[in-house]
Nanobody, 123 residues
């Protein structure tokens, strides 16, 4: 139901744009988020955006470099990643919250998950 794409290999300082497309159902009016998991590490929150798009939330390590956006008409959520660093290397997952009216970095709040897309940043 959620399909993430856009990952790849990029050099440090480069950019990638991830996209998450929903199929089979709409995920409005739910908050959408991006998470990532690096090898040997726990999954961590990256960014989230409310249904309206008016509120966004980022983990500190990506503020000023990543931008989350959504297109409600297309039922997609994008993550523009600039100034990438080797520590951004991970599998990136998009997810949809299970409730309305909140924006959170707690993965337990997200009920629907995409399959993940690999992002590799070389130094």
């Amino acid at each position: 139901q959620l399909q993430a794409s856009g990952g790849g290999l990029v050099r440090a300082g480069g950019s990638l744009r991830l996209s998450c497309a929903a199929s089979g159902r709409t995920f409005s009016p739910y908050t959408m988020g991006w998470f990532r998991q690096a090898p040997g590490k726990e999954r961590e929150f990256v960014a989230a955006i409310t249904w309206s798009g008016c509120s966004t939330y980022y983990t500190d390590s990506v503020k000023g470099r990543f931008t989350i956006s959504r297109d409600r008409a297309k039922n997609t959520v994008d993550l523009q990643m600039n100034s990438l660093k080797p520590e951004d290397t991970a599998v990136y997952y998009c997810a949809a919250d299970k409730a309305v009216g909140r924006i959170s970095d707690n993965s337990d709040y997200y009920a629907y998950w995409g399959q993940g897309t690999q992002v590799t940043v070389s130094s």
